[in-house]
Every structure is written in C-alpha cells, then in structure tokens.
C-alpha cells in the first residue's frame, strides 16, 4: 500500500455538509409522516428511526470488516483525501496495481465510505435529538446528552481503527462502542415513551431485575470475546464443533492469544502471532458462551414468569439464531450471511434484556416511592 498521510482533514467540511443533506430525508419523512401530531411525539418517531438506522450501521460496520474493506480508504475522515472513491479513483487504481488482492480496491473503498457516510448520517440525527431536548424538555436532556458524547467517541474509535491499521483492541472496542449506542438509543426512546403517555413500569421483585442487569453484564463481555475474535481472525481457529480441531483441549497458547496491546497478526514483540494463540481466543469465547447461554434462557424464564412474554419469546429466538450461525461460522467457513446475523443476533439480545430493564422497576422502589406520595 502507498504511504498517505492518515489524518487528512481537508474534505470534513464536504463530508459534514453530505451527513446534513442526507440526514435531511429520515428527519422530512419523520415530520412529514406524522405532520399531524406535536413535536414531542414527532421526535419520539425520530429516535426510534435513528434506533433502527444504527443498527443497520452496526451491520454494515461488521460487513465492512467481514470484507476486508477496512482500509479500503487508508486515511481518514475521507478518501486519499476526496470525499468519495471518486476524486480518489486515480491512488485507488495505483494501490490496487501495486497489490491486487490488498485491502485497497475499488470496491472496498466504496464499502468503506458507505460506512463512513452512514455513520456521520446517524451523528448528524443523534445531534438533532440532542438539541430538541435542549431545546423543548429539559426533563430528558440527561440521556441524548450522553448518546451525542457517546457516538463521538464511537466516531474516535472508528478513526483510530483506519489510523491503527486494524488494531484488534480498538476494532473491538469499535465494535462494543456500536452495541452501547443501540442500548442509549433505546433508553432514550423507552424514556420519551413513558414521558409521552404516562405508561407505568412494569414491578419486578428486585432479584430479577439484579439477574437481567448481571446478565447484560455477562453478555457484553461475550460480545467484547466475539469481537476479539473477528478482529483476531481466529474464526476458523476451530473448525469443528463441539470439539476444536477435534479435541476438547486443542493446544493453545493464552498468553500471546490475550496480549491485549499489539497490531494485527503479531504478538508485543512484533513477531508473527502462532496459530494455537488464535485457537485460545476461539476456545474461550465458544466455551464462555454457554454459562451466557444459561443465563439467558433463565432470564428468559423469569421474564415470561412475570408478565414479559413478548421480551421472553424474543431472547428464546434470538439465543437460538445465535447459537445456529455461531456454530455455522466455524463448520461451514464462516460465511457472510451466518457472520453478519451472529452480529445481529448479539445485538438483538442486548437490546431485548435493556428493553426489559427499562419498562420495568423495582418493587421495593415503587413501595417506597408509594409509601412518601401517600397523603398524612
């Protein structure tokens, strides 16, 4: 690859104002939609499309990671310093002649800024939430508040994971930073809902809700696993299932497979990574999957016990789409459509448990809040 400055921040105003024009289409469909109802109930709609288009980014995100399409642009925020693939067409062409199976083709650039376009598209809407709430109700500025400091971290990981070259670590953080921004999406419209009609929570006896809230806690660290995993390359590190390379305890190497802190296919020292340390990060991530798994089901379980039948259906399905394309990614060669719904799936039982958690509240916090409202 032809050496380019990594940083070019010349096309930013371009790319900035593209983000504006294009996020002007979800917010005219939102109020011309529902023209007829107030603002509030118009920037609830809003949310819950920004909800629905930060999960497409979250996909398309891992796609473009699937695809090898990365660097397919190697500087950042634009493209060898255009805006698109375009202006660009002529380094793209000389990069591609120069390796014509790297990570920098046609093809892979435009991947990459489609990713790059849709998530300035999504930050541009993020913002619009954040200053309806400034502006209209006070009462719930707290959360698009963070949600707007969030997806700007998210955007500095995204940068650094071009800049970086692919740095397992930050790609993995890029990936969870993604998950948390679909559960602050969801929080805020979950709030709004409840601001908006006055709906009650849920009571749940605190132990179940402390279960769920562990839960969550659980998975984002399989998700954090998953992610090191993709990031690593060390999918196909076990091609069999249950077993790995068919045995239960292949030979693996945990020490140069967790070194947190070194670029991609090299361990600290630079040297290239060994294969049993890829087969140590698939091992843990496949065998800490099940306590997770278990834990599901009993949420699941719990929630359908209380009421939360439609929450409950949807982490038995969801859990059981996880578990077909996780083992389908191993034994089948990982393709793409298998990868891409794992990704989905991770981030759809996320979102059912914070679901959850927010139309619900502890029974011990109504009583006590019942017990100061009572008249004397």
Same mark, same amino acid.
């Given at each position: 690859?032809?050496?380019?400055?990594?940083?070019?921040?010349?096309?930013?105003?371009?790319?900035?104002?593209?983000?504006?024009?294009?996020?002007?289409?979800?917010?005219?469909?939102?109020?011309?939609?529902?023209?007829?109802?107030?603002?509030?109930?118009?920037?609830?709609?809003?949310?819950?499309?920004?909800?629905?288009?930060?999960?497409?980014?979250?996909?398309?995100?891992?796609?473009?990671?699937?695809?090898?399409?990365?660097?397919?642009?190697?500087?950042?925020?634009?493209?060898?310093?255009?805006?698109?693939?375009?202006?660009?067409?002529?380094?793209?062409?000389?990069?591609?002649?120069?390796?014509?199976?790297?990570?920098?083709?046609?093809?892979?650039?435009?991947?990459?800024?489609?990713?790059?376009?849709?998530?300035?598209?999504?930050?541009?809407?993020?913002?619009?939430?954040?200053?309806?709430?400034?502006?209209?109700?006070?009462?719930?500025?707290?959360?698009?508040?963070?949600?707007?400091?969030?997806?700007?971290?998210?955007?500095? /990981?995204?940068?650094?994971?071009?800049?970086?070259?692919?740095?397992?670590?930050?790609?993995?953080?890029?990936?969870?930073?993604?998950?948390?921004?679909?559960?602050?999406?969801?929080?805020?419209?979950?709030?709004?809902?409840?601001?908006?009609?006055?709906?009650?929570?849920?009571?749940?006896?605190?132990?179940?809700?402390?279960?769920?809230?562990?839960?969550?806690?659980?998975?984002?660290?399989?998700?954090?696993?998953?992610?090191?995993?993709?990031?690593?390359?060390?999918?196909?590190?076990?091609?069999?299932?249950?077993?790995?390379?068919?045995?239960?305890?292949?030979?693996?190497?945990?020490?140069?497979?967790?070194?947190?802190?070194?670029?991609?296919?090299?361990?600290?020292?630079?040297?290239?990574?060994?294969?049993?340390?890829?087969?140590?990060?698939? /091992?843990?991530?496949?065998?800490?999957?099940?306590?997770?798994?278990?834990?599901?089901?009993?949420?699941?379980?719990?929630?359908?016990?209380?009421?939360?039948?439609?929450?409950?259906?949807?982490?038995?399905?969801?859990?059981?789409?996880? /578990?077909?394309?996780?083992?389908?990614?191993?034994?089948?060669?990982?393709?793409?459509?298998?990868?891409?719904?794992?990704?989905?799936?991770?981030?759809?039982?996320?979102?059912?448990?914070?679901?959850?958690?927010?139309?619900?509240?502890?029974?011990?916090?109504?009583?006590?809040?019942?017990?100061?409202?009572?008249?004397?």
């Amino acid at each position: 690859m032809q050496e380019v400055a990594l940083f070019n921040l010349e096309p930013i105003l371009r790319l900035l104002l593209l983000a504006a024009v294009v996020a002007m289409g979800p917010l005219a469909w939102v109020w011309l939609r529902h023209r007829h109802h107030d603002v509030p109930q118009r920037v609830h709609h809003l949310t819950a499309l920004t909800l629905f288009l930060c999960f497409d980014l979250v996909l398309f995100g891992s796609f473009t990671r699937l695809s090898d399409s990365g660097l397919g642009c190697p500087d950042w925020p634009g493209c060898y310093g255009y805006m698109s693939p375009l202006g660009a067409g002529e380094a793209i062409e000389a990069a591609q002649s120069a390796m014509p199976t790297g990570p920098v083709t046609l093809s892979k650039a435009w991947i990459e800024m489609i990713h790059r376009y849709l998530a300035m598209t999504v930050g541009v809407l993020i913002l619009t939430l954040a200053v309806f709430s400034w502006k209209r109700d006070r009462t719930l500025w707290a959360w698009p508040t963070l949600t707007l400091v969030w997806v700007c971290v998210q955007g500095a /990981f995204g940068a650094l994971t071009v800049t970086m070259k692919l740095f397992p670590a930050i790609v993995s953080l890029h990936l969870l930073g993604g998950m948390l921004l679909l559960v602050l999406l969801l929080i805020q419209l979950l709030r709004q809902r409840h601001a908006l009609w006055a709906e009650s929570r849920l009571a749940l006896p605190s132990s179940v809700r402390w279960w769920l809230m562990a839960t969550v806690g659980l998975l984002l660290v399989q998700v954090v696993m998953g992610a090191w995993v993709s990031s690593n390359y060390a999918v196909m590190a076990c091609d069999t299932y249950p077993k790995c390379q068919g045995a239960w305890w292949p030979e693996m190497n945990f020490d140069k497979g967790f070194e947190l802190w070194r670029h991609l296919g090299v361990d600290g020292l630079g040297e290239a990574l060994p294969f049993q340390a890829l087969t140590a990060i698939h /091992f843990v991530h496949r065998w800490h999957a099940v306590p997770v798994a278990l834990l599901l089901l009993w949420s699941a379980f719990l929630l359908h016990k209380h009421g939360l039948t439609l929450q409950a259906k949807g982490l038995w399905l969801v859990l059981l789409l996880q /578990f077909i394309t996780g083992v389908s990614n191993a034994v089948l060669g990982w393709p793409l459509l298998a990868a891409l719904l794992h990704t989905a799936s991770a981030a759809g039982l996320l979102m059912l448990l914070s679901w959850s958690l927010g139309i619900t509240e502890s029974r011990s916090s109504r009583h006590i809040a019942t017990t100061f409202s009572r008249p004397d």
